[in-house]
T-cell receptor, first 112, second 115 residues
Framework: DAGITQSPRHKVTETGTPVTLRCHQT?????MYWYRQDPGHGLRLIHY???????DKGEVSDGYSVSRSKTEDFLLTLESATSSQTSVYFC???????????FGSGTRLTVV | AQSVSQHNHHVILSEAASLELGCNYS??????LFWYVQYPGQHLQLLLK??????LVKGIKGFEAEFIKSKFSFNLRKPSVQWSDTAEYFC?????????????FGTGTRLQVTL
């Protein structure tokens, strides 16, 4: 969607390597979220941010870390990728005082 | 913590058939409810949302949903499905918890519409 981009769109990486996914927004929204989507599980929240340098864990945060050093970028890092982290990762943004979420196009990550 | 249940995992309908997808949520406070659709290979798109007011909400592409507070339900309906409605549908609840409100999703319902 306009205003939110994810990179890369696709990535294949080896087990044990670190991986960083980027979510970039041009909406100046306060809130940013990382979800993973897996068959049979829907979308599950990994981490979220409620401001620059303010982040918190979601329901499936083990093995992931995040950083937000500026409003527009929210980075998701897999510290040491495992095959169980093969998934599609979606970023979402939300403005303060709004309950409208906008989702990015997703990053398909394969860990071999 | 809030949770969302979608009881239909895979639904197959013929074109022109009526659709109803179930969604039940668990949360004790004020909720905002959403239905999203994901067409094959694409990202999530908002179908409709309920914040307050009329419990019958209308969305895009002829979809509607009814919020029944006493049943903690927010079922999605469409009177006559089209082949192009083939997609995965997700119900979600937004709740304010701690530092920010967050969306919690159901596991999704895969709809297949046959010609």
């Amino acid at each position: 969607d306009a205003g939110i981009t994810q990179s890369p769109r696709h990535k294949v990486t080896e087990t044990g390597t670190p991986v960083t996914l980027r979510c970039h927004q041009t909406e100046n929204h306060r809130y940013m979220y990382w979800y993973r989507q897996d068959p049979g599980h829907g979308l599950r929240l990994i981490h979220y941010s409620y401001g620059v340098k303010d982040t918190d864990k979601g329901e499936v945060s083990d093995g992931y870390s995040v950083s937000r050093s500026k409003t527009e970028d929210f980075l998701l890092t897999l510290e040491s990728a495992t095959s169980s982290q093969t998934s599609v990762y979606f970023c979402a943004i939300r403005g303060q005082g709004s309950y409208g979420y906008t989702f990015g196009s997703g990053t398909r990550l394969t860990v071999v | 913590a809030q949770s969302v249940s979608q009881h239909n995992h895979h639904v197959i309908l013929s074109e022109a058939a009526s659709l109803e997808l179930g969604c039940n949520y668990s949360y004790g406070g004020t909720v905002n409810l959403f239905w999203y659709v994901q067409y094959p290979g694409q990202h999530l798109q908002l179908l409709l949302k309920y914040f307050s007011g009329d419990p019958l909400v209308k969305g895009i592409k002829g979809f509607e949903a009814e919020f029944i507070k006493s049943k903690f339900s927010f079922n999605l309906r469409k009177p006559s499905v089209q082949w192009s409605d083939t997609a995965e549908y997700f119900c979600a609840v937004n709740a304010d918890t701690g530092t920010a409100s967050k969306l919690t999703f159901g596991t999704g319902t895969r709809l297949q519409v046959t010609l």
